[in-house]
């Protein structure tokens, strides 16, 4: 496919190898536990997920059609501090790296998903500012998962609203590999951003979205207080 990489700036850091991220690509299992943001909202984070995941970055830099977008910004139209890529679930091809991880997930969470969104954050300069994902914004209960391959950066969860919205924020550093799932009320009452830092190698965030109310192994603990019907 075609790829708009080469009018983009270049990588200022080169992006460093993990021990594990040319392994061959297979998901693992998920030892870590939700964690409660509140009593409708929660998050589990699994560091080293995905065995092969910079091999699986390769991959995806290289054959993904990237593009740059604009939107309005107050009174102006600003570039979007990333680029960005869709893929339709029934389009993924079969035995690619991104159908190995969708495939993985999927299997986690006992959905299949609608659409992966992949956004690639170049340098420390590309970010994603807080915002609440519309497939939550309007329901009791979502589910979102994000794969991290590349560089690693810092994804942070605050409340949506309130006065205690720093003190109550969440950080998580998110490695080549690791699983992050947002879950219950978190695109409701919660919102999330990847802020900009000083400097930081490539890095690619895959996001998986589905409508469907998860039935997979990592919603059968219970007490885990995201499950409304």
Known sequence: MSSTLA????PVVASQATLWGHQALQ??????????LDRDSSV?????????????FDELYEST?????????????VDVPRLIATERRGAVRKGTALDTI???VEALLGVTADHIGLNLYR??????????????RQRDWSVIALVSLGGPRTLSVRPWSGSQRRAASRHYALASGDLLVMAGACQRDWEHAVLKTAAAAPRISLALRSR???????????GVPPLMV
């Open 7 to 10: 009018t983009q700036p270049a």
């Open 27 to 36: 998901p693992g299992p998920v030892t870590a536990r939700w964690q409660a």
């Open 44 to 56: 589990l984070h699994q560091p080293h997920w995905l065995a092969g995941a910079d091999a699986a």
């Open 65 to 77: 059609d990237w593009r740059s977008m604009r939107r309005p910004m107050y009174d102006r139209i």
């Open 102 to 104: 969708v495939a993985g």
């Open 123 to 136: 340098t420390g300069a590309d970010s994603v500012t807080w915002h609440r994902d519309r497939i939550g």
């Open 212 to 222: 469907q109310f998860p039935q997979g192994p990592l919603f059968q603990h219970v």
